[in-house]
Nanobody, 120 residues
Framework: VQLQASGGGLVQVGGSLRLSCAAS????????MGWYRQAPGKQRSMVAT???????NYADSVKGRFTISRHNAENTIALQMNSLQPDDTAVYYC???????????????WGKGTLVTVSS
């Protein structure tokens, strides 16, 4: 199973970016998917998650600015990021809890990360 993230880049304060992540490989189903980020010198933290049924959860720092969405049939998620601030600068990682068959209990996978830099 591979998770391929894209969409990072350099943006000015107040700008927007959209991240995408596609899961591929031996996939029967996917439970939760989400985005996490790690800023320099800090631990990786949750940004937003979404269940297969579309229930979302956001970090307090991004509520009202970021929106996570999911396309189950294509095994993809996206993160629309608006009103970006310098504190949003980080490497963003895609995450998925993947089932490889109907008896599987799920395995957690991470993408390689995509860098988002917000300049002031």
């Amino acid at each position: 199973v591979q998770l391929q993230a894209s969409g990072g880049g350099l943006v000015q304060v107040g700008g927007s970016l959209r991240l995408s992540c596609a899961a591929s490989g031996n996939i029967f189903n996917i439970n939760d998917m989400g985005w996490y980020r790690q800023a320099p010198g800090k631990q990786r933290s949750m940004v937003a998650t979404i269940t297969r049924r579309g229930r979302t959860n956001y970090a307090d720092s991004v509520k009202g600015r970021f929106t996570i969405s999911r396309h189950n049939a294509e095994n993809t998620i996206a993160l629309q990021m608006n009103s970006l601030q310098p504190d949003d600068t980080a490497v963003y990682y895609c995450n998925a809890d993947v089932l490889k068959n109907m008896w599987d209990r799920g395995t957690n996978y991470w993408g390689k990360g995509t860098l988002v830099t917000v300049s002031s």
